[in-house]
């Protein structure tokens, strides 16, 4: 009788708890690889993160020699949905990239606004979406959408509403992202009054 409960024991611990303990090690072993390997990564995406957005902010206004971050208010255009994460301005006085978070269709879409020393739009480019593509991702295309915002003030961008915006052309089929890119200009000339313009 005692050997037949040492051996059901036994069984019981083989079949029930050994494979548990050997998954647990396995968990352990690969979430220490996974630390370690993020550890040494992270500093370099993020890196990559800051040369590409410097990048950007060059791009959309060349006139600019450098950029400080502005560490004062950033516009709120709708919570959750249309709001400015960042302001840089030109350290030369030509203007300022500000980055706006907005909700498209596919979830948040990242965008980066140039305004020159005179509120106009010298440029707008999105760097993060998840927008269907070949369709939402037509709203993001600078030669078919965008370029339309280029010389544009907010004497001109008046709507948070791409449709209802006389001096835009929305993108058919493509309404939401087409709504989520324009809202994100919006927002960003709102950022520019907030600043109160380059200096």
């Known amino acids: 009788m005692e050997v037949q ?3 059901k024991n036994n069984n019981t611990f083989k079949e029930y708890v050994a494979p548990i303990v050997v998954l647990v090690a396995i968990c352990l072993v690969i979430t220490a690889a996974l630390a370690a390997t993020y550890g040494v990564a992270k500093p370099i995406i993020d890196k990559n993160a800051i040369e590409s957005a410097n990048e950007a902010r060059a791009e959309l206004l060349p006139a600019a020699d450098s950029f400080t971050a ?4 950033l516009a709120v255009a709708d919570p959750d ?4 994460t960042e302001c840089y301005i030109a350290d030369n006085g030509s203007g300022m990239v ?7 269709f596919g979830g948040v879409l990242t965008e980066m606004i140039g305004i020159d020393a005179d509120g106009k739009i010298t440029g707008v480019k999105v760097t993060a ?9 037509k709203a993001h295309d600078h030669d078919g959408h965008l370029y339309q915002y280029e010389g544009k003030s907010s004497d001109e961008i008046t709507s948070t509403s791409a449709k209802d915006e006389a001096a835009i052309n929305h993108i058919s089929g493509a309404t939401i992202s087409s709504n989520a890119v324009h809202y994100g200009v919006y927002c960003a000339l709102e950022q520019y009054k907030i600043v109160g313009g380059a200096k």
């Open 5 to 7: 409960r040492k051996m």
């Open 70 to 73: 502005y560490d004062g208010e």
């Open 81 to 84: 949905k249309v709001y400015a």
């Open 98 to 104: 500000i980055t706006v978070n907005t909700k498209s």
């Open 129 to 137: 979406h998840a927008d269907t593509p070949g369709l939402g991702t």
